[in-house]
């Protein structure tokens, strides 16, 4: 595998089209973020309060369409819950609104586990 197609893998990106992947794992995540993305935690204020990103915004899943007034347009979305479910929800529903969104698959764990910060 060649230098540009471990790039891609790892940001998500395919040759076919160029467009972030629908879910990502928790290490390209983190380099999405790293890179530039913002970061969206769709959980419950409760689980929030729990332990939460310190980069991320907080909307929860029943409020994300008023989500991109407090995200940047320019630049790409990891949406972040407890597992991967709601945020597969959350980033469809942000990709019908016009934003590139890609749900974390494994939720905050996975965040944590490929070195991601977590304050609590």
Same mark, same amino acid.
């Given at each position: 595998?060649?230098?540009?197609?471990?790039?891609?893998?790892?940001?998500?990106?395919?040759?076919?089209?160029?467009?972030?992947?629908?879910?990502?794992?928790?290490?390209?995540?983190?380099?999405? #973020?790293?890179?530039? =993305? $913002?970061?969206?935690?769709? @959980?419950?204020?409760?689980?929030?309060?729990? !332990?939460?990103?310190? +980069? *991320?915004?907080?909307?929860?899943?029943?409020?994300?369409?008023?989500?991109?007034?407090?995200?940047?347009?320019?630049?790409?979305? #990891?949406?972040?819950? =407890? $597992?991967?479910?709601?945020? @597969?929800?959350?980033?469809?529903?942000?990709? !019908?609104?016009?934003? +590139? *969104?890609?749900?974390?698959?494994?939720?905050?764990?996975?965040?944590?586990?490929?070195?991601?910060?977590?304050?609590?």
């Amino acid at each position: 595998m060649s230098l540009r197609d471990t790039l891609a893998r790892l940001l998500g990106r395919t040759d076919d089209d160029g467009a972030l992947r629908p879910t990502v794992d928790g290490p390209t995540a983190l380099q999405l #973020v790293r890179d530039g =993305a $913002s970061l969206l935690d769709v @959980r419950e204020r409760s689980e929030w309060n729990a !332990g939460h990103a310190p +980069q *991320a915004v907080h909307v929860p899943l029943a409020s994300v369409a008023d989500a991109p007034r407090r995200l940047r347009k320019d630049a790409p979305v #990891v949406v972040m819950c =407890a $597992s991967g479910m709601r945020s @597969r929800t959350a980033a469809t529903q942000l990709r !019908g609104l016009g934003l +590139q *969104a890609t749900s974390l698959s494994g939720g905050i764990g996975a965040w944590q586990a490929a070195g991601g910060a977590v304050r609590r």
